[in-house]
């Protein structure tokens, strides 16, 4: 990981992202952060098809509550494809950054199980400012393009599962 760049990937070989539609969860704490990566995501799903309208962004005051957030989206918002969740926890001098990213981690994948949608964990979890933003934008790319990628490509995985709908 420590040389990987986060953006980095073969845009011939992606499925084409016209007619999804996807969520966006974004934390505003560490916004400098949290921002970038939101712009490089979006950006990206434009750039592989998807219209601008088809993308909805909510904001969440912090990482803890992008679980919430994603719930709330997800029983909420008709027709999402995906919700991509967006965030930054920076290790501090206390456990709360263990506390943060576990429930974090756990409360996302709950709300993916249980809308049966994709749930796109795009948040880093890193020692200090720089590492941070090395991976939004900086030297390690930006993890807003990836968590992009992940969607659509989860996106198209359950398209491609999916059974046809059964006819009246």
């Known amino acids: 990981m420590a040389t990987k760049n986060l953006s980095k990937y073969q ?10 539609k996807v969520g966006i ?7 400098e952060i949290t921002f970038a990566m939101k712009d490089a995501a979006e950006k990206t799903l434009v750039k592989h098809g ?5 993308i909805k962004v909510c904001h969440v005051p912090g ?8 719930q709330m989206m997800a029983k909420y ?3 999402l494809d995906a919700i991509i969740c967006i965030g930054c926890v920076i290790r501090g001098e206390t456990p709360h ?3 943060i990213s576990m429930g974090v981690t756990t409360g996302l994948t709950q709300v993916s199980l249980r809308y ?8 880093l979890t890193t020692n200090n400012l720089e590492q941070a933003l090395e991976r939004a934008g900086g030297k390690h790319g930006n993890k807003g393009v990836e968590a992009a990628i992940t969607a659509i490509k989860m996106i198209d995985m359950r398209k491609e599962l999916m059974p046809p709908p059964v006819p009246f």
């Not at 845009?11 to 992202?17: E, I, L, R, S, V």
């Not at 969860?25 to 916004?31: H, K």
Request: no cysteine; glycine share 12%.
């Open 77 to 79: 918002t008709s027709g």
């Open 25 to 31: 969860v974004v934390a505003e704490w560490n916004s």
């Open 116 to 123: 049966e949608i994709p749930v796109i964990f795009g948040v």
């Open 63 to 70: 990482s803890f509550e992008l679980t919430a957030g994603a």
């Open 50 to 54: 998807m219209k601008k309208k088809d």
């Open 97 to 99: 950054f263990d506390y």
């Open 11 to 20: 845009p011939d070989k992606m499925p084409k992202a016209g007619g999804m």
